[in-house]
């Protein structure tokens, strides 16, 4: 079973201030998720990948499948960013296995 | 196009009892998954539907159970609660499955068993 690592745990940052957040994965996959969770709880799918980069706004995700990791960079961060960023990977057909999170707190 | 939508959204129940969950895909979505998040072990994959069959199923007891309907509508049952099953419950619809492509997740079900 693939283990998913994500750091940091917490992450504070001022208003602005470029963020990365680290996910690694055991096993090969055959695509990763960027996941954002708001405090009300629901889960918004911010990025699927299994190769390169993605851009969407203020938001990039690379993924090296060599090195079996992934980043998560928000640029010009702002406190309407602050939530829980949750990696997922799967092989194949098998289900989707979840890192614990990243806790991002921006202040203004 | 309306979103996933869950019900219900809050629960309380008792150690014993058993409960249903309901989750509304997006039209046109075939897949159901549902998860259990807890702040202890995370979001945990349950099982997933499609079109009305099982794809894929988690490693929980046998008291948790699920089905789909043919209007893709899915239903999770857990019987005998235990203090344990409180949990935020989730649903994601997708069209084609959880292994071919992006999931759309529910505002969850908050499950309190006391």
Redesign the interface.
Known sequence: KNEVEQSPQNLTAQEGEFITINCSYSVGI?AL?W?QQHP??????LF?LSSGKKKHGRLIATINIQEKHSSLHITASHPRDSAVY?C?V?E??????????TRLSVIA | KAGVTQTPRYLIKTRGQQVTLSCSPISGHRSVSWYQQTPGQGLQFLFEYFSETQRNKGNFPGRFSGRQFSNSRSEMNVSTLELGDSALYLCASSPLGQSNGEQYFGPGTRLTVT
Do not use: C, E, Q
């Open positions: 055959s998720h996941l009300g709880g629901g889960i918004v799918s699927m949750i997922a799967r194949g057909n098998t289900p989707l296995v979840f890192g614990k999170g």
